[in-house]
């Protein structure tokens, strides 16, 4: 089987894995469409609002991926094609089953926070402990996500890194402190599209590389093989860093987050039945998986080996240029 089938066979396994370990995840949670939502039960115009399923989805998707299925993916396949098995595996029977029963644990818990299920059940040092970690974390994930885009934005526009990251962390702050139908509601769901646009280029491109020849002139597209690399088991990092466990850290969005954990609660926010848990909380972890999913095989595509990534990373070109110059190709 060559590179292009295992690309295929695995963004079908990913699919495939929503329709059926997510039917034995709901089987063991068992959703109740007849029960109130806090969404229905604590409405108050700010946080707790019904909105339609597509809009939280989307804002769901968002929350939990931003650059990091990205990201973590590019850098992840330095360790060799093995990241792609982690991805497939990992989104199915961690990503997905962890996301989807901390958003419900949240809705059936009037979509209290992190923090505050963990005191429910472990105890008030438990909750304060848990409070502390989600701060910090939430503090390094906010730079991340406030830094990458910035490094992407800047070169395109000719704005400067530092003017950029002041304008998102604007915009987290008014996202942060109006009703979340006002920003989050209206903003969020257009950011999301535009990053499965984005995904689903690259995704073409990647589909018709082995017919370039026979396509138009105008189309352009690189003539490379798919996955010319499928070493699955044995890795591969250029500075032979440990296969376990840094590249399951390295792809965590994508794979198994628990910072998922934390965003979570604000869609049990705006629910509007129990049964539209799996499409949001499970699809979006599965559409993170499958976004993860494509940026890793098209890195390993595009520079043809985990070495010739780590070469060009290692001369300066950080990730939002290698990711730059993957999506230009």
């Given at each position: 089987?060559?590179?292009?089938?295992?690309?295929?066979?695995?963004?079908?396994?990913?699919?495939?894995?929503?329709?059926?370990?997510?039917?034995?995840?709901?089987?063991?949670?068992?959703?109740?469409?007849?029960?109130?939502?806090?969404?229905?039960?604590?409405?108050?115009?700010?946080?707790?609002?019904?909105?339609?399923?597509?809009?939280?989805?989307?804002?769901?998707?968002?929350?939990?991926?931003?650059?990091?299925?990205?990201?973590?993916?590019?850098?992840?396949?330095?360790?060799?094609?093995?990241?792609?098995?982690?991805?497939?595996?990992?989104?199915?029977?961690?990503g997905m089953a962890h996301?989807?029963?901390?958003?419900?644990?949240?809705?059936?818990?009037?979509?209290?926070?992190?923090?505050?299920?963990?005191?429910?059940?472990?105890?008030?040092?438990?909750?304060?402990?848990?409070?502390?970690?989600?701060?910090?974390?939430?503090?390094?994930?906010?730079?991340?996500?406030?830094?990458?885009?910035?490094?992407?934005?800047?070169?395109?526009?000719?704005?400067?890194?530092?003017?950029?990251?002041?304008?998102?962390?604007?915009?987290?702050?008014?996202?942060?402190?109006?009703?979340?139908?006002?920003?989050?509601?209206?903003?969020?769901?257009?950011?999301?599209?535009?990053?499965?646009?984005?995904?689903?280029?690259?995704?073409?491109?990647?589909?018709?590389?082995?017919?370039?020849?026979?396509?138009?002139?105008w189309m352009h597209l690189?003539?490379?093989?798919?996955?010319?690399?499928?070493?699955?088991?044995?890795?591969?990092?250029?500075?032979?860093?440990?296969?376990?466990?840094?590249?399951?850290?390295?792809?965590?969005?994508?794979?198994?987050?628990?910072?998922?954990?934390?965003?979570?609660?604000?869609?049990?926010?705006?629910?509007?039945?129990?049964?539209?848990?799996?499409?949001?909380?499970?699809?979006?972890?599965?559409?993170?998986?499958?976004?993860?999913?494509?940026?890793?095989?098209?890195?390993?595509?595009?520079?043809?080996?985990?070495?010739?990534?780590?070469?060009?990373?290692?001369?300066?070109?950080?990730?939002?240029?290698?990711?730059?110059?993957?999506?230009?190709?």
């Amino acid at each position: 089987m060559n590179g292009y089938c295992y690309f295929i066979l695995g963004i079908l396994a990913l699919a495939a894995g929503y329709f059926t370990y997510g039917r034995v995840l709901e089987r063991i949670f068992r959703p109740d469409a007849s029960r109130q939502t806090p969404a229905v039960a604590c409405t108050d115009g700010v946080d707790y609002v019904v909105m339609p399923r597509w809009r939280v989805f989307l804002i769901q998707l968002l929350n939990i991926a931003g650059l990091g299925p990205i990201f973590g993916a590019v850098m992840g396949v330095l360790y060799g094609p093995a990241a792609l098995l982690w991805i497939v595996f990992g989104c199915i029977l961690g990503g997905m089953a962890h996301d989807y029963f901390s958003g419900m644990i949240s809705l059936r818990h009037k979509g209290e926070n992190l923090p505050e299920i963990l005191g429910r059940y472990l105890g008030g040092q438990a909750q304060w402990i848990s409070r502390a970690v989600c701060i910090v974390f939430s503090v390094l994930v906010g730079v991340v996500f406030a830094v990458g885009p910035a490094a992407i934005l800047s070169p395109m526009t000719g704005w400067s890194v530092s003017a950029w990251v002041w304008i998102i962390f604007g915009y987290y702050f008014l996202a942060t402190i109006l009703p979340i139908q006002a920003i989050m509601g209206k903003v969020y769901p257009l950011f999301s599209v535009a990053l499965i646009i984005m995904v689903m280029g690259i995704l073409g491109v990647m589909l018709l590389m082995p017919f370039a020849d026979s396509l138009p002139a105008w189309m352009h597209l690189p003539r490379m093989e798919v996955l010319p690399d499928t070493d699955f088991f044995h890795n591969r990092h250029p500075a032979d860093f440990p296969l376990f466990p840094v590249m399951f850290i390295t792809i965590a969005c994508g794979a198994v987050s628990g910072f998922h954990a934390t965003q979570s609660p604000l869609m049990a926010r705006c629910l509007k039945t129990e049964r539209e848990g799996l499409p949001v909380f499970g699809g979006a972890m599965i559409t993170e998986g499958i976004i993860a999913f494509i940026w890793a095989a098209a890195a390993l595509t595009f520079y043809g080996s985990p070495e010739a990534l780590g070469a060009a990373t290692a001369n300066g070109k950080a990730p939002a240029l290698a990711i730059q110059t993957i999506s230009e190709s």
